[in-house]
């Protein structure tokens, strides 16, 4: 069962880092699947915050384009979303996916989510 375990969220005054980190349950995720992060602020849906693929292009929206910064470390099976120049609106529980996993080890493309951590941003 592939689980995918964040932490490195917190609280943190407008202007400030954070830096996440994601770490799955399996080493053969970040070759199989599309791996990124994404946040659900309260009374919104889920949007995508960032996303890397396994041959290491990744991509932002604009809302975070320039400030956050998304990576994966194979040899320690990590992977990171290093967030600077934290606004308000960045408060939201941020959530690690990975995403159309695809390969022998499943049937169709699958993807899995991992629990969410709270970043908050004060002003």
């Known amino acids: 069962q592939v689980q995918l375990v964040e932490s490195g969220g917190g609280s943190v005054q407008a202007g400030g880092s954070l830096k996440l980190i994601c770490t799955p349950s399996?080493?053969?995720?970040?070759?199989?699947?599309?791996m990124g992060w994404y946040r659900q602020a309260p009374g919104k849906e889920r949007e995508l915050v960032s996303t890397?693929?396994?041959?290491?292009?990744?991509s932002y929206p604009d809302s975070v384009k320039g400030r956050f910064t998304i990576s994966q470390d194979n040899a320690k099976n990590t992977l990171y979303l290093q967030m600077n120049s934290l606004k308000t609106e960045d408060t939201a529980v941020y959530y690690c996916?990975?995403?159309?996993?695809?390969?022998?080890?499943?049937?169709?493309?699958?993807?899995?989510w991992g629990q969410g951590t709270q970043v908050t941003v004060s002003s």
């Open positions: 399996v080493g053969y995720i970040f070759s199989s699947c599309k």
């Open positions: 996916a990975a995403q159309s996993c695809r390969g022998r080890r499943w049937p169709a493309p699958t993807s899995y």
């Open positions: 890397i693929s396994s041959d290491g292009t990744s």
